[in-house]
């Protein structure tokens, strides 16, 4: 039953690649909803629903444009992202527990979109892998399904080849000054240099704090990534929190109070007695046997 499930879900997953392969030629909606766009579904004569188109949604596509004239005009993704969030404009949705405001990485992202030009590209990641487990991962641009939507484009030609001209050479720049050297951090597989990265949280919008370096006296502190991405429209928290006394503090708490002997035999003992099989789960377990 196993082996016949696992054949099935491999025809499933065949099926649903073809058709959005054959959606994805002929210019249809193969996901979801960005930004500036609103999903239309289309209907045949009986009632059921054939493709989806999409529609620019104008209050939003107007918001796309002025991102690519301030980046054409030299304005960086932060500044663009805190002038954006000063003004109130609209902004996509959040993910979860995050404040709807604008990011540089959101920012980023419009800017790199192809459908705000017309061209519907699909197939660009690989969303799981053999088994069925979610691994999302980039494929190989030839394995990439484009098409003109000409009735998508909000951004002319000249407006994304400015604003990507100015990208370039800003990155080019960034180069030469750094000696070929990429900064910041890795996406995976290297620890952070700070021990509190990643999981402080400010208590006013709930952000992540980042560390922040100042040339003065070489100090470092936990500071509240919206209030410094995102402008102090979306947080009003601009207190930093010393690196190295923050580091000690929660050091000292663990060793005082997580790592106490008495505390430590006593979760042992407790994660022994959870993983010991009572009379009962034997008995269960034979029965499904």
């Given amino acids: 039953m196993n082996f016949a499930a696992e054949i099935e879900r491999e025809k499933a997953s065949q099926r649903v690649r073809d058709a959005m392969t054959r959606k994805a ?11 500036g766009y609103r999903n239309r579904p289309v209907f045949t004569a009986d ?19 002025r991102i690519f004239d301030r980046c054409a005009a030299g304005k960086g993704m932060k500044a663009i992202a805190k002038l954006l969030n000063e003004e109130g404009v609209l902004s996509p949705r959040p993910k979860l527990n995050r404040p709807r405001a604008w990011a540089p990485s959101s920012v980023r992202a419009v800017l790199h979109n192809e459908v ?9 990641r ?7 487990q979610r691994a999302c991962r980039l494929r190989a641009p030839e394995d990439w399904i484009r098409a003109d939507v000409p009735h998508w484009r909000v951004v002319t030609d000249e407006q994304w080849e400015a604003a990507h001209r100015r990208l370039r050479d800003a ?19 290297v620890q952070s240099r700070y021990l509190l990265s990643g999981m402080l949280r400010c208590a006013y919008c709930g952000a992540s704090l980042t560390v922040h370096n100042t040339s003065h006296r070489r100090q470092s502190y936990y500071v509240c990534a ?7 429209t979306v947080c009003e928290n601009g207190l930093r ?3 190295l006394a923050a580091d000690d503090a929660v050091l000292t708490e663990i060793e ?8 430590v035999a006593g979760a042992i003992e407790d994660a022994i007695a959870e993983l010991r099989p009572t009379r009962g789960s034997i008995e269960a377990k034979r029965r499904r046997c």
């Fill in 25 to 35: 030629r002929a210019g249809y909606v193969c996901g979801g909803e960005p930004f």
């Fill in 226 to 232: 919206s209030y410094h991405e995102r402008g102090r």
């Fill in 47 to 65: 009632g059921r629903r054939s493709y989806v188109e999409r529609d620019p949604y104008e209050p939003e596509a107007a918001v796309v444009r």
């Fill in 116 to 124: 705000y030009r017309g061209v519907n590209v699909w197939n660009k």
């Fill in 256 to 263: 005082s109070v997580v790592l106490d002997p008495s505390i």
């Fill in 171 to 189: 990155a080019a720049t960034y180069v030469r000054e750094t000696n070929g050297q990429l900064w910041g951090r890795p996406p995976s597989g």
């Fill in 126 to 132: 690989k969303q799981s892998d053999r088994w069925g």
């Fill in 241 to 243: 929190l010393p690196m």
